[in-house]
């Protein structure tokens, strides 16, 4: 083959095999019941908020088992491709548009840090004070309870799902 075939010819891009689990992600993010039933806003903050909820999750399943660290960084690749795509949609120019993802990019690792701490505890309490502080919500001054219930039963669920089948997006709520 020759060098300019092989410098032509697109190659396997290894984002392709977690897509169909960031679309699960963002097909969790977006259940109707997060909104009307767990007192999350139904606005661009709240249904973000959501997607950077379910991804830091699953993130947080795959750091338990440390092979997956490529995958992981794979996956946030995925996000960060849809959030850039999403911010040229609005009319984000290109100037800007790093600087939006650097502080997208940010809110996701805090969410992470903020979610570990709280999985820790085995309390939906704690993760109920996480998602106080991260989440947008159409009551901001009532504890998001069952949000936090629901969240941890995802976590819940995702730690006793098989590697290939999380890998796979077979996952849900």
């Known amino acids: 083959m020759s060098l300019l075939k092989r410098f032509l010819r697109p190659g396997n891009d290894p ?5 169909p689990l960031w679309h699960r992600v963002v097909e969790l993010s977006r259940d109707p019941e997060f909104y009307r039933q ?25 750091e338990r088992d440390r092979i997956f660290a490529s995958e992981s960084a794979l996956l946030t ?11 040229r949609e609005t009319g984000v120019g290109d100037l800007v548009v790093g600087k939006h993802m650097g502080k997208l990019m940010s809110v996701l690792g805090g969410r992470l840090g903020a979610f570990r701490e709280a999985l820790k505890t ?3 309490a704690a993760l109920a004070d996480a998602l106080a502080r991260n989440v947008t ?5 009532s504890p998001p309870d069952s949000l936090a219930h629901r969240l941890r ?11 290939k089948g999380l890998l796979a997006g077979e996952i849900g709520l």
């Open 15 to 19: 984002r392709e095999a977690l897509r």
């Open 38 to 62: 767990n007192g999350v806003a139904d606005t661009v903050a709240g249904r973000f908020d959501m997607i950077t909820a379910i991804l830091a999750i699953v993130l947080l399943r795959l």
């Open 137 to 141: 919500l159409v009551d901001e001054s």
């Open 122 to 124: 085995g309390e939906d």
């Open 77 to 87: 690749e995925l996000f960060v491709a849809d959030m850039d795509g999403q911010l």
């Open 153 to 163: 039963g995802f976590y819940d669920k995702l730690c006793a799902l098989d590697s």
